[in-house]
């Protein structure tokens, strides 16, 4: 079969992504149109993955792009934003079949209308290397009420959304490195969803405008990115290991395998919401959003040069030593 | 030497290219912010360019950089805007030397200050394929009155600015390909430059907002770029080959090497803009920008499907069989 042409594959696959967005043109002009709702200020993020290095070169094409959509979402989420359209720039490889792409089609498909988030710009191009995927998201959140990681002040809870740690053991689930240990399958299964399919926290994000100090997504691991918004806030943290949220997906596969509490800790791949609250303004957060209420997992204290910046306390309360914060891609 | 850390990368060479966006956030946040200007629709646009398919290898890195900006500020003046930020997804190779990027953003430096464009944010990944990089320029327009592709009617002038086929002659330079054949150096290094270093059309595109029906920037080569306005217009077009504008370089290097006018009439990288003009507005096209009015290259007609969309006169009349249109990447 004669694979598609540049143009017939935008017209085939990548058009009706944009169909809801009369401001896409059809894909078909030099760039799109957005118009800024009355009062919204634009937020705006880019990320980029790589075969064989933000996902597993057998990984379903689908849950690739899911994943990039979801990346990206949760920037937007982190800054209490609300998505407004993606723009994806394509370099597949020269041997990618028309069916892997149409099934990457497909995936993001899925997250347009999920998210109401349509393409409205792109660019595909053919590359002799791996397959790389850049994707910018805009959103737009109220004028001067976007989240940022600078605001945390000492006295701030610090909490988390959702559980921490099953990106990272996820990857050991999508790559078979669970199988023969007695992990139930459904808990493999669970982990390895939430490694192919991270859920960008955008209704909590919205809901804590005004109610959080600080907010970040933890993408490369709890302790740097909390180190990420203690440099910003210019804060010191200390959290409790304990506190920490396991699912229970992971908690089973702890009574089969070793899982190091640093792999919690420093794994990447949760795209959960980091938060400092202030303590005042908890009540608050617990009646908006109720059982999705984040769990506070430690404090904000003062800048102590002395100090780490960010402490973690183990379940003897004792600080832990890690020999790493989390990932750095070079 | 060490090589530069992905955050001390992002700290020394990439943030000071933020500093006067204070949205961007010193490129520390998860989003970067932007406040709309009042009664102006967002303008985006993203282009991906590869070494050894957009660009040559040996390039250097500041000339890579100032394409790749110039490229996407290009689809932004077809468009009509002004530009506002850019985000930018860089996958370097794994070995990629420190001066390398150093060069890169170097350029990158000259341009946001010569447009007028911080960048807002971006990514930095690591790739054992050839550097990939996605950019993803905003700009501003006053609501309704960007310049589309749609919006030709029989009777409008064809108008390109500047001097068209240069880019593809550019690159024969930068190869080389135009040494040794007595074409003196000073027409080499100007084409050569063309292919470089690519002039976005800024002023000219807001200028011709509400006096071009229809607009789009000559990536691809013209035959090929003024098929899609016809065809988002619904209108064919006819254009004379000696009323397409050449640099005085390219004539120079025509006499003393074969350059098809094929080769002019599609061949890409022009960065040139193609105009359609109402003839009652182009006297007022003519008064608002003087020296740099476009040059008239023909006229939409109606669309007549028994006869090719764009119909190309050589220099009897006749028109021209042309073995393809232009440029597509796969």
């Given amino acids: ?27 078909k002009d030099d760039a799109a149109l957005l118009v800024p709702p009355a009062g919204q200020q634009l937020v705006v993020t880019v990320d980029a993955i790589l ?77 002799p290397g791996p397959a790389t995927f850049s994707l910018t998201a805009l959103g737009w959140a109220p004028m001067g009420q976007a989240l940022l990681r600078r605001g945390a002040k000492a006295g701030d809870l ?35 969803a939430r490694y192919h399919l991270p859920q960008p926290r955008l209704v909590i994000g919205q809901a804590l405008r005004g109610l959080a100090s600080a907010a970040m997504d ?16 210019g804060v010191c943290a200390e959290i409790r290991l304990e506190a920490v949220p396991l699912s229970a997906a992971l908690q089973v596969a702890r009574e089969h395998t070793h899982i190091a509490d640093e792999l919690v800790l420093t794994g990447g791949d949760d795209y959960e919401l980091l938060l400092t609250i202030p303590p005042e303004n908890w009540p608050e957060v617990e009646a908006r959003l109720g059982p999705l209420a984040p769990t506070v997992i430690g404090l904000c204290r003062e800048d102590d040069s002395a100090a780490e910046t960010v402490r973690v306390l183990d379940r003897q309360g004792q600080p832990m030593q890690l020999a790493a914060t989390g990932w750095q891609h070079f």
Avoid at 7 to 26: N, R, V
Avoid at 102 to 111: N, S, T, Y
Avoid at 223 to 232: E, M, N, S
Wanted: aromatic residues 6%.
């Fill in 1 to 27: 079969m004669a694979r598609r042409s540049e143009f017939q594959q935008i017209a085939d696959l990548f058009a009706p992504l944009a169909a809801s967005a009369p401001g896409a043109l059809g894909l």
């Fill in 218 to 233: 933890i993408s490369d691991g709890l302790v740097q990115d909390l180190g990420h918004v203690c440099a910003a806030s």
């Fill in 158 to 192: 610090i909490a988390v959304t959702g559980t921490i740690g099953d990106g990272a053991v996820g990857l050991w689930a999508a790559q078979g490195r669970l199988t023969g240990l007695g992990v139930p399958e459904d808990a493999c299964a669970a982990l390895a």
């Fill in 51 to 127: 075969s064989g290095v933000h996902y597993l070169p057998d990984d379903p094409p689908d849950l690739v792009a899911r994943k990039l959509v979801r990346v990206n979402l949760s920037d937007l989420a982190a800054m209490g934003a609300t998505p407004a359209g993606m723009l994806l720039a394509c370099a597949f490889p020269r041997d990618c079949s028309d069916a892997w792409v149409e099934a990457f089609a497909a995936g993001l498909a899925l997250d347009v209308v999920e998210f109401g988030c349509p393409v409205i710009g792109g660019d595909t191009v053919a590359t």
